[in-house]
């Protein structure tokens, strides 16, 4: 069944319909919350919330966005409010990717990159860590779950030149961050 007919459905209070549309979203909304507030059972927390939100105002939904777009939105304004309530910053997590080695140098060589890159990733999450929300959250729809510019105005609901200018100065501002951490460290990255 097409999600249209889905959200039609569910509009008509089919919960057999909603449950197919959480279904296909929970994921996506979950690992979204998860990135920026790096705290599983918080981000399982916020995307019950999000749909539980999108239950109750789904009959509201006029299909301007997609409702993957809605349900961002919905999720990015949990996560601020989270932060907000909890005050609490977290980590944004990265993709740990690792190769398997075939052989003991190959294993001793693989150990030795993969202290290298664990050391780069917590000083990319200390830098991380720093930045205004605002930036954190569009890094981390950007460069950590790979959301396009036009999926970004929409979740975000602000303009394409101010997705463009904010994610310009988060990188800036991360890459500032990450060379003063590294000046301290000695200049070892």
Not at 41 to 68: C, P, W
Not at 96 to 108: F, G, H, L, R, V
Not at 126 to 148: H, M, N
Not at 154 to 182: Q, Y
Request: proline share 1%; glycine share 4%; net charge positive.
């Amino acid at each position: 069944m097409e999600e249209k007919e889905l959200i039609r459905l569910s509009q008509q209070g089919n919960d057999e319909a909603f449950e197919a549309l959480v279904k296909k979203y929970q994921r996506k909304v979950f690992q979204l919350a998860f990135s920026i507030t790096q705290d599983r059972t918080n981000a399982d927390d916020i995307a019950q919330e999000v749909f539980l939100k999108a239950y109750m105002a789904l009959r509201k939904f006029k299909f301007k966005s997609s409702l993957g777009t809605w349900l961002y939105q919905i999720t990015v304004n949990h996560v601020k409010d989270y932060f907000r309530k909890t005050k609490k910053i977290k980590l944004i997590s990265l993709e740990d990717t690792q190769a398997i080695a075939s052989n003991e140098e190959d294993e001793m060589i693989l150990r030795e990159k993969r202290q290298i890159e664990n050391e780069r990733k917590k000083l990319v999450h200390k830098a991380l860590q720093t930045l205004p929300g605002k930036y954190k959250i569009i890094l981390s729809l950007r460069d950590i779950q790979g959301f396009s510019y036009g999926e970004i105005v929409d979740i975000l609901n602000i303009s394409p030149g101010t997705v463009d200018s904010r994610l310009h100065r988060a990188r800036k501002m991360l890459r500032k961050k990450i060379a003063s951490l590294t000046i301290l460290r000695g200049g070892e990255l």
